[in-house]
């Protein structure tokens, strides 16, 4: 049996994902762990005739096989349902949008996402599965989105969220529902308890961002004190609240936030509630709401995250003017740098500012010989590079200010415009496009690498640059970010595969930075090659390499290598965009180091080689020049293809180990879309190498897009996420009979178990589909005797090798009704029966499980009966 559940006090995004759940998983049942919010029963109490839910009280825990919990992951905000989580045997799947904790339940398959509302993830799923929606589905859905995006303007908002919401709106989601239960009208101890908060409200200001605190006695529990505290947010105009409820010995504590800077979630977390960043509660055993309240200040304090400072904002290097330049003159330094304004200094000082409308205005009046000292602003308060946004936000709120110097020792080191405040706020993107578009400018500014790094990584991840960057710093050595990184940066997409060059031994900075990063960090260093890779304590990887130049003995083969500089190094990589380097020490954080005008490479859509003997040095560079070109849907350089075109052509892919060849196609399967990559590796004749029977045509692109749908429709059902590389490679090697096969995966020495699973793709999947496809229908327990044996790629593979939707049907059956089905009688029951143990348990049980699955039974007294009749017919046989 499969449960759905939710956590206690469940508000919309938790119920809605319950329902949602039971959209892609029919014969679960919907246990609710406890009560739920006011609103969500008031929704429930209409909507109760078309809600299938069970009582805890007739849920028979013994039965349980699968627990799917909804928007939690914490064990003790499952209530009553909290031991099955823990019981062994039973399989956990969770979908949620919170961030992991310590107290996590142990997960057999998390379905979580980093986004806004738990709904939006399940709802992605029915909408890829083409499941139908109806208008009261639509609604409940749509509810649980608004309310955890705060109606799309929570800061965790994303995309994902706006579009599950559009695709809702489309399947008839009803907008004044909507409105009436996420606004509902406040009753009248509400509208009392409204008055008295505002009246005892303060703010607070912490690291420059305001926060309300306000607390208040009641006599009873009010419920929907959570809304009391949005409308008093909305009221007051303020991004942060805290809300403290004193009653009889309790305190509650609300908080909503609607600013990155304060996760409220983290906050009350301390205080032993838990919640999300916008939205937390807390229930604190305390009499008096000022201790709790003091507790609250001295968590906020704790959490409140600093915000940037403008060195980490600046536009840098900064171009000034002298003060007795002409206005004609500094007219054309602007227009040649594209600037808006400049710093004026005498002597080296800084004096003012001079901008495009003063310059606008003295050439209106025939000004322009006149020196900029005439019209430059001069009553102007520059900053220093530790000054926070918030206060720069606050003096470029005069009108007559576009832009602040950044000041440092008296020289000016920085300048900080509006559009750079806007970029802090709304993202390295905010005027340049949406995460995901390929695009790249010709030069970035350290500010601005250093806010790609702020937006595009995890926090743990900026806080290890920075701390690998210092430790450099205090050592002596010189670090920087390098490789696949760098380029993902720039092109605004994630990447979390941390290489780092080190001027210097390499091996010996990473032992100081093991040392230093604690227990449980480790480090396997490779001497030959200068390497090290640093494996921290949560499991994450940091790779270090000694700066270093290679040679090689002959095409294909490894490389011999010596310590060099950093240039040197980065001219011995595969191609351009893949050779620059970021600095990570604290005095240039974020200078970006492009030697090879990458970046223009990368605006302008091309792979290019560093110099013409790259393939012939490595020609594994062939596969990833295809690989990177199909990727970001750039182009190979005419010299780079002309260069790759001919080391094919001298067949030095023949030079490859057969063991580079493997990797290599593995990588390209690995790919988001690898028929696209084998589709021009084979029309350049880059594939030929691989077998005589592995053709790259039209069937194969089918194949490889039934098996994307296939795993879009099954995945769910199973307990590990299915990866498409073995079905991919299966579909690559189909062709081959048992004898090619066995031969081709010992040439490229292929891993045992790996061996193993492709053969049971390649060689008994076809066995199974033969008897699958069959026009009579099979009974269920043939169906299952049949499908069993397969792992999860298998059943993948069976479903696009298929072209039988009869047998496509069986396979879905088998997952969602079949697979989890199991008997309660084993072996210990038997004996308990004053049966011996045997070899016959095997048959009995076997036949006891066929027997349920072709509904012959249906419960545990049904199945003890059956196997007491087996018993005496087996033992009347044996005496005959």
């Known amino acids: 049996m499969e449960v759905i559940t939710a956590h206690i006090n469940a508000d919309f995004d938790a119920f809605a994902s319950t329902v949602a759940a039971q959209k892609i998983y029919p014969d679960a049942k919907i246990v609710m762990a406890g009560a739920q919010n006011k609103n969500v029963r008031e929704f429930l109490a209409l909507h109760d005739d078309v809600i299938d839910t069970l009582e805890l009280k007739h849920l028979d825990k013994k039965s349980v096989s699968r627990l799917i919990v909804v928007d939690t992951k914490i064990g003790r905000r499952l209530g009553e349902l909290q031991d099955l989580a823990y019981k062994p045997g039973i399989e956990v799947f969770t979908f949620d949008h919170h961030p992991s904790t310590t107290e996590d339940v142990p997960i057999t398959r998390d379905f979580s996402e980093n986004v806004g509302s738990t709904t939006t993830i399940l709802t992605k799923i029915i909408r890829d599965k083409g499941l139908k929606l109806t208008p009261f589905e639509a609604t409940l859905f749509a509810l649980g989105i608004h309310e955890d ?90 991004d942060v609240i805290f809300v403290l409820l004193e009653h009889d010995d309790r305190v509650y504590v609300i908080g ?19 919640g999300h960043a916008q939205a937390a509660s807390a229930s604190v055993k305390e009499k008096g709401a000022a201790v709790v309240e003091a507790k609250l200040e001295q968590a906020i304090r704790a959490h409140v995250k600093e915000p940037p400072v403008a060195r980490e904002i600046m536009s840098a290097p900064v171009r000034t003017i002298d003060a007795d330049i002409s206005i004609k003159d500094a007219n054309k330094l602007m227009m040649s740098y594209g600037y808006n304004g400049l710093p004026v200094v005498e002597d080296g000082k800084l004096v003012g500012i001079i901008g495009r409308r003063e310059i606008d205005k003295a050439a209106h ?15 102007i308060e520059p900053v220093t590079p530790d000054t926070p946004l918030p206060d720069i936000q606050r003096l470029l709120s005069d009108e007559s200010l576009g832009r602040i110097p950044v000041v440092d020792k008296g020289k000016v080191i920085g300048i900080v415009s509006r559009t750079d405040v806007l970029k802090a706020l709304g993202g390295s993107e905010y005027f340049s496009g949406p995460k995901g578009v390929l695009h790249a400018k010709a030069e970035y500014s350290r500010g601005e690498i250093a806010q790609k790094i702020k937006t595009l990584l995890p926090g743990d991840v900026q806080k290890l640059l920075r701390d690998i960057g210092d430790l450099a710093d205090e050592t002596g050595y010189t670090v920087y970010l390098v490789g696949g990184i760098v380029r993902d940066l720039l ?69 011999q290598v010596e310590p060099t500089s950093l240039r040197h190094d980065l001219a011995r990589r595969d191609f351009t965009i893949n050779a620059m380097a970021v600095s990570l020490s604290a005095k240039t954080f974020g200078k970006l180091l492009d030697y090879f005008n990458g970046q223009r490479d990368l605006k302008n859509g091309r792979i290019r080689i560093l110099h ?93 897009g039934r098996i994307d749908d296939a795993v879009r429709e099954l995945d769910h059902h199973f307990a590990h996420k299915v990866k498409k590389l073995l079905p991919y490679r299966a579909g690559l090697l189909r062709q081959l009979n048992k004898k090619e096969l066995e031969a081709w995966l010992n040439r490229m020495k292929i891993k045992k178990a790996d061996k193993v699973r492709l053969q049971e793709l390649i060689l008994e999947v076809p066995k ?44 879905h059956y088998y997952l969602s009704s079949l697979r989890g089905v199991k008997v309660s009688v084993d072996g210990r029951t038997l004996r308990k029966m004053g049966f011996p143990p ?43």
């Not at 936030?257 to 838990?274: H, P, Q």
């Open 149 to 238: 995006t705060g109606s799309l303007t929570f800061r965790t908002t994303t995309y994902d969220d706006a579009e599950a919401l559009a695709y809702l709106m489309g399947k008839g989601a009803n907008i004044e529902l909507i409105n009436r239960f996420l606004n509902p009208v406040l009753e009248p101890e509400q509208h009392d308890l409204l008055d008295r908060l505002l009246h005892a409200a303060r703010v607070i200001d912490v690291s420059g961002t305001p926060i309300m605190v306000t607390s208040a006695v009641v006599d009873e529990y009010i419920e929907g004190g959570s809304v009391v505290a949005s409308k008093i947010a909305d009221i007051e105009n303020i």
């Open 256 to 274: 909503r936030s609607r600013t990155e800077v304060v996760d409220v979630g983290k906050i009350l977390e301390d205080m032993g509630g838990g």
């Open 365 to 379: 009046h025939g000004l322009s010989h006149a020196p900029v000292k005439g019209f430059m602003m001069r009553k």
């Open 491 to 559: 092109l605004d997409r994630r990447n979390l595969d941390v290489d780092i060059v080190v001027e210097g031994d390499a091996i010996e900075f990473a032992n100081i930075f093991t040392t230093q990063a604690g227990i449980g960090a480790r480090i396997r260093a490779h001497r030959k090659f200068g390497t090290a890779v640093v494996i921290m304590p949560n499991g994450f990887r940091v790779d270090f390499a000694s700066a270093r130049t290679e040679f090689y003995e002959r095409p294909g083969a490894l490389p």
């Open 612 to 704: 013409n003997l790259s393939f012939i040095e490595d020609p594994t560079r062939i596969f990833r020049g295809v690989r990177f070109e199909q990727r970001f849907g750039f182009k190979l350089d005419s010299e780079t293809e002309e260069q790759l075109r001919k080391a094919i052509e001298m067949d030095l892919i023949g030079h490859l180990s057969d063991a580079r060849v493997r990797d290599e196609m593995l990588l390209i399967l690995s790919e988001a879309a690898p028929f696209k990559i084998l589709k021009r590796l084979q029309e350049l004749g880059a594939l030929s190498i691989l077998h005589p029977k592995i053709v790259i045509d039209a069937e194969l692109k089918a194949l490889f």
């Open 768 to 811: 199974v589909l033969k008897k699958l496809e069959g026009s009579e229908r099979p009974k269920n327990s043939d169906i299952y005797n049949m499908l069993n044996p397969l792992s999860p790629e298998a059943l993948v593979f069976a479903h696009a090798l298929t072209k039988s939707l009869a047998a496509r049907r069986r396979i």
């Open 838 to 880: 045997s070899p016959v348990y095997n048959t009995v049980l076997r036949e006891l499980l066929a027997a349920k699955l072709d509904g012959k039974i249906d419960t545990p007294e049904k199945e003890l009966e059956y196997v007491a009749g087996r018993f005496d017919r087996l033992n009347k046989e044996s005496m005959e």
